[in-house]
């Protein structure tokens, strides 16, 4: 198990963007596949993005693809999604996850160390 911490959530206005962070002190996480996904009130948790540990590869759904990006700055133990153009489905808890091996498929049921989640609103 790991600790992962969120930031970066808050409100937003539709079109808007944010960028989220998940931070691991004091564990090297570049040599894991990082994830992030997103659970609204009443909706089962979906993947939003996948990262894997070697060479970077990304995973997205279709729905999302083109405007959430995300990334990994391996110095600083730290995994960002950058949200762009956020909509009124966009709205949600947004999770870090990892499960400590360095390819993981992009489904919660494989992911066992989360974080405490962030929320994210959009709202005008």
């Known amino acids: 198990q790991v600790q992962l911490v969120e930031s970066g959530g808050g409100v937003v206005q539709p079109a808007g963007s944010l960028r989220l962070s998940c931070m691991a002190p004091?564990?090297?996480?570049?040599?894991?596949?990082m994830a992030w996904f997103r659970q609204a009130p009443g909706k089962e948790r979906e993947a939003v993005s996948c990262?894997?540990?070697?060479?970077?590869?990304?995973y997205y759904p279709d729905s999302l693809t083109g405007r959430f990006i995300i990334s990994r700055d391996n110095d600083k133990n730290a995994v960002y999604l950058q949200m762009n153009n956020l909509v009124p489905d966009d709205p949600a808890v947004y999770y870090c996850a990892t499960d400590l091996r360095d390819w993981v498929p992009c489904r919660s049921q494989d992911f066992r160390s989360w974080g405490q989640g962030t929320q994210v609103t959009v709202s005008s």
């Open positions: 990262i894997s540990s070697v060479e970077g590869s990304t």
């Open positions: 004091g564990f090297a996480l570049k040599y894991y596949t």
